[in-house]
């Protein structure tokens, strides 16, 4: 079974720059996550995504971060414009299902903003 | 809400040596633990978890937390640690059921195994 993939791995922009993070979930999984990890912390969820719905956006700062999971498979998180703060590792995860499933990480995407 | 404290920012260790990673945590409700360890350059792999039942649950490779109520903790421990074990290692917590089943982690603990 292919694990959870994430493009780029790597990502140096300026501020007020634009940038994007793609993510392809485990085949099946209903349930997909972003998290912001930021150096030295744990990961913080950003927003989760049931299918092609947003379950939770709450901590998503949307004045300038977008997320879309078109057709309820892959995703796309957007970072417009970005600040040196949004230096961190952005994480997805999928999840089966609705239970206390595990949820499976992808390697991330390390951004810088110089 | 849920909060995770994971007491220990480093924790060096010599091979073969025990360790305990700490990690304690506040809920409201029932809760589901679980340990996370992140390898160099990797993602986040799932260790461990306790969802109910025996309060000790135990890894393929060694580790084993146990899960005490009346503390709020779920350490972490190795009774011989490998070099191959130095990673980051990172607590997490959610909530049984609804929107309080999302996954709050800790701040992780930088175990370092010396030879």
């Known amino acids: 079974e292919a694990g959870v993939a994430q493009s780029p791995r790597y990502k140096i922009i300026e501020k007020r720059q634009s940038v994007a993070f793609w993510c392809n979930p485990i085949s099946g999984h209903a349930t997909l996550y972003w998290y912001q990890q930021i150096l030295g912390q744990g990961p913080k969820l950003l927003i989760q995504f049931q299918n092609n719905g947003v379950v939770d956006d709450s901590q998503l700062p949307k004045d300038r971060f977008s997320a879309e999971r078109l057709k309820g498979v892959d995703s796309t998180l957007k970072i417009q414009p970005a600040k040196l703060e949004d230096s961190a590792v952005y994480l997805c995860?999928?999840?089966?299902?609705?239970?206390?499933?595990?949820?499976?990480f992808g390697p991330g995407t390390r951004l810088t903003v110089t | 809400a849920q909060s995770v404290t994971q007491l220990d920012s480093q924790v060096p260790v010599f091979e073969e040596a025990p360790v305990e990673l700490r990690c304690n945590y506040s809920s409201s409700v029932s809760v589901y633990l679980f340990w996370y360890v992140q390898y160099p350059n990797q993602g986040l792999q799932l260790l461990l978890k306790y969802l109910s039942g025996s309060t000790l649950v135990e890894s393929i490779n060694g580790f084993e937390a146990e899960f005490n109520k009346s503390q709020t903790s779920f350490h972490l421990r190795k009774p011989s640690v490998h070099i191959s074990d130095t990673a980051e290692y990172f607590c997490a917590v959610s909530g049984s059921s609804g929107s309080a089943r999302q996954l709050t982690f800790g701040s992780g603990t930088q175990l370092t195994v010396l030879p």
């Open positions: 995860a999928s999840r089966r299902g609705r239970g206390p499933y595990e949820q499976y």
